[in-house]
């Protein structure tokens, strides 16, 4: 079944503890991206990567980070995760440039 | 700079009628797609329909339409026949420029009534 896995689904953690969110597509996907989604904003891109070891910054990537050392796996990086980073996160994947986005389940961040 | 307006925050319909979800975009790229998701209240993104600035005829896809006016800027969606099961957010999406980047707007919160 093709998708887009990420894990966790959930996670609560304390400020400044370093956590990493993982995300792996099974499609082949050239193109992958994080957003980041808030009550009233929509969602916001954080990061994307068009290929393997080429990365890009979104609208908002201050506190983030991402890598792309293998095709099918784009994780996002919160180095010292703060109050302000409580969000809804999804990563997806796409084929090219007029094609749809596959999303990811979600992950549920709160930092307190 | 690319723009998604979703000018509706929330809608009423009642089952079985048709409702009309509003979307306006900004672009200065001569090639750009358009894009329509649902979320329900489970969280998980749904792709619904798609439409290329270069197609020359509205998408259609089940009960979901896309009405296209490339002139005034407009991706109106429009579902036909609401069922319960549509009450979810919806946002309208656009990929465009150098960088193919996938832009959303606020969403419209649709509320499906018996």
């Given amino acids: 079944e093709a998708q887009v896995t990420q894990n966790p689904r959930y996670l609560i953690t ?91 389940q979600g992950t549920r961040l709160t930092v307190v | 700079a690319q723009k998604i307006t979703q000018t509706q925050p929330g809608m009423f319909v009642q089952e079985k009628e048709a409702v009309t979800l509003d979307c306006t975009y900004d672009t200065s790229d001569p090639s750009y797609g358009l894009f329509w998701y649902k979320q329900p209240s489970s969280g998980e993104m749904i792709f619904l329909i798609y439409q290329g600035s270069y197609d020359q005829q509205n998408a259609t896809e089940g009960r979901y339409s896309l009405n296209f006016q490339k002139a005034r800027k407009s991706a109106n969606l429009v579902i036909s026949a609401s069922q319960l099961g549509d009450s979810a957010m919806y946002f309208c999406a656009m990929r465009g420029g150098l960088a193919n980047k996938l832009i959303f707007g606020t969403g419209t919160l649709l509320a499906v009534q018996p």
């Fill in chain 1, 14 to 104: 304390v400020t400044g503890k370093k956590l990493t969110v993982t995300c792996s597509q099974n499609m082949n996907h050239e193109y992958m991206s994080w957003y980041r989604q808030d009550p009233g904003l929509g969602l916001r891109q954080i990061y994307y990567s068009m290929n393997v070891e080429v990365t890009d910054k979104g609208d908002v990537p201050e506190g983030y980070k991402v890598s792309r050392k293998e095709k099918r796996n784009f994780p996002l990086i919160l180095e010292s995760p703060s109050p302000n980073q409580t969000s809804l996160y999804f990563c997806a994947s796409s084929k090219g440039a007029n094609t749809e986005a596959f999303f990811g």
